[in-house]
């Protein structure tokens, strides 16, 4: 594995590792989803749900957020 790859995955785990470690207390799949639909309403993240993109209103069951594409 080339040096840089070795460093982007190092990276990518330490910050799933902190992502974890700051999690809130108490925090609810439900906070997370309302979050989202401020980033949706912000225009920063999509919520897709097999593939297609969804309305945080309108999202049953397990999520994805992706950032936007921007145009």
Known sequence: MPHDEQQTD???E???LELLDGRA???TMELVRQA????VS????EITQA???VEPAEARGPIR???RHRR
């Open 65 to 67: 957020i992706r950032r």
């Open 36 to 39: 989202a639909g401020r980033l």
């Open 25 to 27: 207390p108490g925090a």
């Open 10 to 12: 190092r990276r990518l």
């Open 14 to 16: 330490q910050v799933i």
């Open 42 to 45: 912000a225009g920063e993240v």
């Open 51 to 53: 593939g297609r993109t």
